[in-house]
């Protein structure tokens, strides 16, 4: 109960993260923790709030992969700087996604060579990793229709064949990562939520 713990919420646009997230804060308020930091990727700090902008909303200029890639490291590096490595140690951390993102989007989706995530990773120094990963997996057709298409962002207006590239390479990675826990979040609310409570319960009561 006094260990303090760093949890990742981590799935494609539209699985339900942010209810999941608020949804844990409850959780851990019910086991009377209440020293939480609530954060989410790209963003976290007022830096990098700003490369989440451009990220998600180029104002019509086109942004390479690349260049996408580096914003995102760029942000992950305030963030880690900022918030993570200051309080990993005397706060509980609850991240809506985290390095994993990177993996599944970049490599899986873009296509990008896994050997330049690696330097990036060892650039920035991220050895900073989450005791426990919840990934919501849902199929790319159901999560963009939870999406309010109005308000679609440069990455929500993907193709499902993108999305479909990055669900499989999130569920490549989490089949063969313990510290990933996958949870069917193409079910109702109430069994998602229910699903989520056992691992949340177990992490705390272990």
Same mark, same amino acid.
């Given at each position: 109960?006094?260990?303090?713990?760093?949890?990742?919420?981590?799935?494609?646009?539209?699985?339900?993260?942010?209810?999941?997230? *608020?949804?844990?804060?409850? !959780?851990?308020?019910?086991?009377? =923790? #209440? &020293?939480? +930091? %609530?954060?989410?990727?790209?963003?976290?700090?007022?830096?990098?709030?700003?490369?989440?902008?451009?990220?998600?909303?180029?104002?019509?200029?086109?942004?390479?992969?690349?260049?996408?890639?580096?914003?995102?490291?760029?942000?992950?590096?305030?963030?880690?700087?900022?918030?993570?490595?200051?309080?990993?140690?005397?706060?509980?951390?609850?991240?809506?996604?985290?390095?994993?993102?990177?993996?599944?989007?970049?490599?899986?989706?873009?296509?990008? *060579?896994?050997?330049?995530? !690696?330097?990036?990773?060892?650039? =920035? #120094? &991220?050895? +900073? %990793?989450?005791?426990?990963?919840?990934?919501?997996?849902?199929?790319?057709?159901?999560?963009?229709?939870?999406?309010?298409?109005?308000?679609?962002?440069?990455?929500?207006?993907?193709?499902?064949?993108?999305?479909?590239?990055?669900?499989?390479?999130?569920?490549?990675?989490?089949?063969?990562?313990?510290?990933?826990?996958?949870?069917?979040?193409?079910?109702?609310?109430?069994?998602?939520?229910?699903?989520?409570?056992?691992?949340?319960?177990?992490?705390?009561?272990?």
């Amino acid at each position: 109960m006094n260990k303090k713990k760093f949890i990742v919420i981590e799935g494609i646009n539209g699985a339900g993260k942010t209810t999941i997230c *608020n949804y844990i804060i409850k !959780l851990l308020k019910n086991f009377n =923790i #209440k &020293n939480i +930091i %609530k954060t989410h990727e790209p963003g976290g700090t007022p830096i990098a709030e700003k490369l989440r902008k451009i990220i998600k909303f180029s104002q019509g200029e086109k942004i390479s992969y690349k260049t996408e890639l580096l914003l995102i490291y760029a942000a992950r590096l305030q963030l880690l700087d900022n918030i993570i490595r200051k309080n990993i140690n005397i706060n509980w951390i609850l991240s809506d996604r985290y390095d994993l993102s990177t993996y599944a989007y970049q490599i899986g989706g873009r296509n990008i *060579n896994k050997k330049n995530i !690696l330097f990036l990773q060892n650039f =920035i #120094k &991220n050895n +900073i %990793k989450p005791d426990i990963i919840i990934y919501l997996d849902v199929n790319p057709v159901i999560a963009l229709q939870r999406i309010n298409n109005k308000n679609y962002d440069r990455i929500e207006k993907e193709s499902i064949n993108f999305f479909s590239r990055v669900r499989k390479y999130y569920l490549r990675i989490a089949k063969k990562n313990k510290t990933i826990k996958i949870v069917d979040a193409n079910n109702k609310l109430k069994n998602v939520k229910s699903s989520v409570k056992k691992i949340i319960n177990k992490l705390i009561l272990v």
